[in-house]
């Protein structure tokens, strides 16, 4: 079995797999294959002031320590909440597990190293006015989509590593969201209002 295919139309079956037969080494390359392609699609209206080589090589840099601080984070959140609907994974098998949840978003690495490498502009400046690159809006479908199939994948691995049922771990994913969205407005609002 092969997680990079398999995972988007067996997301439950390949987090079975990878939880018994491959190791948090494995683990951590799907992360940071993944997260490169999240970081690069982050850098959507963000102002960076640097060369698109360096933002192109920061994201690679950067992309196994955002990945592994993040999935920490989720895995020991997927845990605590999951505990609640009597979910049985361990905080290891969670991790490996919701590292599929990357895997959509090694497809939009070419995308978006093309857009930054050829309209950087565009992609990263708030204020650009000018054309559009022909690739803006099937780049944004794209993202748009693998957002949602890395949510859905979130959803069947948290499931099956909690083995659990598929509302359950949707609100094993949704709430830690919803919590830290509450969490962090007041902060957003407090911040903003001293920048701006």
Do not use: C
Not at 27 to 36: E, K, N, S
Not at 51 to 64: K, T
Not at 92 to 106: A, D, M, Q, R, T
Not at 155 to 175: M, R
Request: hydrophobic share 55%.
């Amino acid at each position: 079995m092969n997680p990079l295919i398999s995972t988007w139309l067996q997301p439950k079956r390949t987090a079975r797999y990878v939880i018994d037969h491959k190791s948090t080494g494995y683990t951590m390359l799907i992360l940071t294959l993944g997260y490169i392609g999240s970081l690069l699609a982050s850098l959507r209206e963000s102002d960076f002031v640097m060369a698109p080589v360096w933002l192109l090589i920061g994201s690679i840099v950067l992309a196994p320590v955002v990945a592994f601080i993040g999935n920490s984070i989720l895995s020991w959140l997927y845990l605590k909440v999951g505990s609640v609907f009597d979910g049985g994974a361990t905080y290891n098998e969670l991790f490996k597990g919701i590292s599929l949840s990357v895997i959509p978003y090694v497809i939009l690495i070419p995308f978006y190293s093309v857009w930054l490498m050829t309209a950087t502009e565009s992609l990263i400046n708030t204020a650009y006015v000018g054309p559009i690159p022909w690739y803006f809006l099937p780049t944004l479908l794209l993202t748009f989509f693998v957002s949602v199939w890395s949510f859905g994948i979130s959803v069947a691995t948290v499931a099956e590593a909690h083995q659990i049922s598929i509302w359950k771990a949707f609100l094993t994913v949704v709430i830690p969201i919803i919590v830290i969205i509450v969490l962090l407005m007041p902060i957003v609002f407090i911040v903003s209002a001293f920048v701006f």
